[in-house]
């Protein structure tokens, strides 16, 4: 076998191969009309499947395990979701109508034995059948519950024939808001959690979801994820977006997956997120993966002749599609099935290892895992660099779905098609496919370590109260969570005494983790084994029982020893710990809650997390938590995060705007003559106060004499440049026409750059009347750069931009002095006479069709590219929204991952930036009661505010409270025309700049 190293120079041979023969089909068909598709049926040969007797010669997988099938056609076919029962039998779910229109009902649910123990499933049953679209299932009752959309159906067979006799919609309304439904637009996973809930994802319908069984059940309106309770159908939303695939490791912390976005994790519970309506919370959802979301996949398939022809046709604008470019492949681009490995057959090295499926690109991919709480990162193992854990050579390989199993192993849902694309494929192309091809096939694979023993199948079905409880240790999570299931299910309260011998006794700490859980699953956890498991050995047993105090609250007041075990947890040596606290004090009503909370601060201000989760726990005392904090003498003002979270401190007692609060944080800025502290701090306040709706002015408090040391800190050429850009920032704040008069001078060429940058960033907040005409008057005296900013900032309000185009037409500002964003601003105005002035001044935009834009530069294509001019022309025309390596903001998608997809595809996705838009990186235009407008995309949002990035990555959060409008576009924040300007030699340069290293 070759090396991995010589395995990988022959693919990028033949990737070189390949992109000449694409460049010289690019030359061949500029010959044709403009609008031609035309599809030579020899052009299309079709790879014929493998036999399922000869698969395992198509893998490769990495060394020490072993690929073995278990189950294929006939006894299977279409496998898209799996799980195992207590018994060790296999529910598959098939979803043989995929894909098809949703008048087709074909999918079903079949029921797999292993009837003589060997490891390969022998029988198969129809277990229920008649479903469209079926993509999840989850054993529980001695049935199944099943996703299929609109949907969440229960099955169950009553008399033991393998056949559901029983069935019920137990929830429905996925897709109800979305008017169609469609084969990608399904159930993504059915998870249990630790939490003795079953948690959920749905690609992309939101939906209002009712319970028919119980119409006094409040509807729940959702757009991602979910639980519910097995029990009682209770349904709550849950934090992030996920698509098909989802895992949580022993700890459980949950991981997801979306299409392109290839393992992301949630840092904190949505329930958090909105109880402080003074502070914005973070995104909980967030990427991990060190080499980016939309991650370099190394497969050993060859690409499908139809997929090379269609990703020809989008490279030349002849064809749209969520994939443009001329790479077809080697990235993620449809990401799913994430499991995170919890057995005991491998190696114990990779448990809590990630695997993600791509099966457009015919592999498994392995990453490795940390998560402490606050921070959490995936990373290809270092042998695992430029190859994946499992790739096969047959392009049929379509891996969807993967499962811990009963036997310890990992076990893989192949649905084994030809094609697996559910739409977006041309029509002209699709004439000459089989879109059914494979239908009538299907494969499921597990992968075993070398030397691998068969163990006996579970029989946990029969297990006493005792067994189930002995179970929570077995080194295997599939057994832990069926037992965990089971005693869930079963709801028996005599397994109590036994569940609190495991808490007390057992050396395993995920033992003892499933026993705290399972006890409140029986309502039988007591405030002592609480205070028991607060005390435990194991870190995160210690987090899960601060996070399951909280049920032990009485209207939100904690027993002394209850608390004495809370508070000690602040100097918790897990980092875990003391995260999970910082939350849960947000939930307690105590004398010393925030000492205890001060605590945390001062010891991990220094982490963005741990400053969020205070933050999130102080929508009352947030005044005291400043006087704490900042009148400590022993920590240094500026030590690492202190000044940030009295920052942030300062920003939520502004915003709660309280007097009592707001004079102990005038106290503190009177009081401290170091500038760097009290003017960020002044600023803060600030924000908080213009968030409220107010002023330094309205709300009473009297900075006049810091405003003053402000304006001459400002001025003082011989000051510190630090503590100049801070005044300048502070004078943001202070009383219009004195600011405007300190403010309007720093606007000279012998001020630095950065103080005239600060100066217009606070003049544009202040918004003096006649600014506009005021920054005009200095135009001829500005340096490019400053008037760029001035530009933007007479953009941002219609009578500033009336303003801007009056100084057009009278030849103050020329066309050339715009950027080509400000330009398309101007085009686009939203006020229709200001638009029309514009145009007649600018022109209006080329009619010229991206496609043709894209042919003219294709040769860009052929050149030798200059990576060190490519830096400049990213650094005039890119950077301001795109992150590289250390370079840029991001605003747009971070080109370290996006760079995978090949210079063709880059070179497409410059000059045609519309043709591919994740939902994700839509423009949004947010204009506010005050008159200002903020354009950039959405980031966040939690129930009292939006958070806009704009170019250069500066965030403004946005009460809704403050809300004039809020408008969409399904175009991108990239303007088309990036082009004007720019030979093809730049381009060239460009594109080599970013793909440089990954030639």
Known sequence: MPSNLTRTNQITSKRAVALALLVSLFRSLMLLAAEQRVVDPEALPKFPPVAARDALNTFRLKAGFRLELVAAEPLVTEPIALAFDEDGRLFVVEMSDFPESDKQHHGQVKRLEDTDGDGRFDKSTVF??????????????????????????????????????????????????????????????????????????????????????????????????????????????????????????????????????????????????????????????????????????????????????????????????IEAGGRASGYFSAACGLTIYRG???????????????????????????????????????????????????????????????????????????????????????????????????????????????????????????????????????????????????????????????????????????????????????????????????????????????????????????????????????????????????????????????????????????????????????????????????????????????????????????????????????????????????????DGLRRAGSSFEKAGVDLESLLDRAAATATDAQAPASARLEAVALLAFGRGAESEKTLLPLLDSQQPQAVQLAALTSLDRLSPAGLAAALLGRWSSLTPTIRDKVADVLLKRPDRTGGLLSAMEGGIVQRRDLSLMQIVALRQHSDPTLQQRAIKLIGAASDAKRDEVVRRFLPALELRGDAQRGKAVFQQRCQSCHRFGSDGFAVGPDLTGARSGGKEKLLVNILDPNREVPPNYFGYVVDTKEGDSYTGIIVNETANSVTVRQPLAIEVVVPRSQIAKMQASKLSLMPEGLEEGLANQDLADLVDFIVADVQ
Request: charge should be neutral; aromatic fraction near 8%; hydrophobic fraction near 40%.
């Open 128 to 321: 229920a059948d008649g479903l469209r679209w079926p993509s999840a299932v989850h054993c529980y009752g001695g049935g199944v519950f099943v996703g299929a959309v609109p949907d969440l159906f229960f099955y169950k067979d009553t008399n033991d024939d393998g056949v559901a006799d029983e069935k019920r919609v137990v929830l429905t309304g996925w897709g109800n808001r979305a008017g169609t439904l469609d084969a990608e637009g399904v159930f993504g996973s059915l998870a249990w959690g630790l939490d003795n809930q079953i948690h959920g994802l749905v690609n992309r319908f939101a939906g209002v979801i009712t319970n028919p069984n119980n119409p006094a059940a409040k509807p729940v309106t959702l757009g991602g994820n979910f639980a519910f309770d097995p029990r009682t159908m209770t349904l709550v939303a849950e934090a992030g977006e996920g698509q098909y695939g989802m895992g949580y490791n022993d700890d459980g912390r949950q991981f997801l997956c979306r299409q392109h976005r290839h393992i992301m994790t949630q840092l904190f519970d949505r329930r958090y997120a909105d109880r402080n309506p003074y502070y914005t919370m973070p995104d909980p959802t967030v990427d991990i993966a060190v080499d980016g979301p939309k991650a370099a996949l190394y497969r050993i398939s060859p690409e499908e002749p139809w997929r090379v022809m269609r990703t020809k046709w989008r490279v030349e604008g002849l064809e749209e599609g």
């Open 344 to 686: 005991n057959a491998w190696p114990r090295d990779y448990v809590g290892d990630a695997f993600v499926a791509d099966p457009a690109e015919n592999v498994v991919h392995h990453k490795k895992v940390t998560h402490s709480g606050p921070k959490a990162s995936a990373e290809r193992p270092a042998d695992e660099q430029r190859v994946e854990f499992l790739a096969s050579k047959d392009t049929w390989f379509r891996p969807v779905y993967m499962a811990n199993a009963p036997d310890g192993t990992l076990y893989i849902a192949d649905m084994y098609r030809q094609i697996i694309e559910a739409k977006g494929i041309p029509d002209e192309i699709v004439k000459h496919l089989d879109l059914s091809a494979g239908r009538d096939m299907g494969r499921i694979y597990r992968i075993v370590p070398e030397g691998f023993k068969q163990p006996p199948p579970p029989r946990l079905s029969r297990a006493s109260l005792g067994q189930l409880v002995a179970t929570l240790e077995h080194p295997n999570g599939w057994h832990r969570d069926t037992a965990a299931r089971l005693l869930y299910q079963r709801n028996d309260r005599v397994a109590a005494p036994i569940l609190t011998r495991l808490l007390t006794k057992s050396k395993s700490s995920v033992g003892r983790l499933h026993a705290l859980y399972a006890l409140k699953g029986l309502g039988a956890l007591d405030e002592q084994l609480v205070l028991q498991a607060l005390s435990d050995v194991d870190g995160v047993v210690r987090e899960h029982a601060v996070r399951l105090s909280e049920g032990f609250l009485q209207q939100g007041v904690p027993s002394r020893e209850l608390w004495r075990k809370l508070s000690a947890c602040a100097s918790d040596p897990v980092v875990g710990v003391r995260y999970q606290l910082a939350f849960s004090l947000g939930e307690i009503r105590h004398p010393e809650r925030l000492g205890v909370l001060a605590q945390i601060a001062r010891r991990d201000a220094a982490e963005p997390m741990m400053r969020a989760a205070v933050l999130s726990s102080l929508a009352q005392g947030a005044g005291e938590m400043f006087s704490l904090l900042s009148n400590e003498t022993s920590a240094p003002a500026t030590s690492t995060g202190r000044p940030e979270i009295l920052h942030e401190l300062a920003a939520v007692v502004g915003a709660a705007n309280r007097s009592v609060d707001l004079a102990r944080v005038r106290e503190a800025l009177i009081s401290t003559r170091d500038p760097l502290v009290a003017f960020p701090l002044a600023r803060g306040l600030g």
